[in-house]
């Protein structure tokens, strides 16, 4: 369980931790922070609150986007450590020519991915409340 769990995990871990800092870092150069750590604000409240806060869009897409990534990956992951589950199911059923299992595999993973895509929405209006449907 450890292996195919780091085969999925680390690219995906340093892409966030690389993308997560240079968000921060982005943010953290902004004029509002500046006013906010000059007004007194403990530090760990300014990261949290205000710097996290505004950085978390672009990353929720890119987790979003990377969710699809990790699907796909993880058809391959489990053929390879043979792992039961969708991936090795789709593998088998391509070799055995099962087209219809195939179908509704990809099936359910493209619809796991729009649900993830829609997650991510709502967690941007609720990240920053500018963002609302009219």
Do not use: C, H
Not at 48 to 58: C, F, G, T, V
Not at 62 to 82: K, P, Q, Y
Not at 86 to 103: A, C, E, H, K, T
């Amino acid at each position: 369980m450890i292996l195919p769990t780091i085969t999925l995990a680390a690219y995906s871990i340093a892409r966030f931790t690389r993308f997560t800092r240079s968000a921060m870092l982005d943010v953290l150069r902004k004029d509002y922070i500046r006013t906010a750590k000059s007004s007194g604000v403990p530090t760990t409240r300014l990261i949290m609150r205000y710097a996290l806060k505004n950085s978390l869009i672009p990353i929720i897409t890119l987790v979003a986007l990377d969710l699809g990534v990790l699907l796909g990956g993880a058809v391959i992951t489990e053929v390879v450590f043979s792992w039961p589950g969708i991936g090795r199911l789709l593998m088998q059923s391509l070799m055995n020519r099962d087209f219809p299992i195939v179908l509704a595999g990809v099936f359910i993973i493209a619809t796991i991915y729009a649900v993830i895509n829609f997650i991510a929405d709502v967690l941007y209006a609720y990240v920053n409340p500018q963002i609302r449907v009219k």
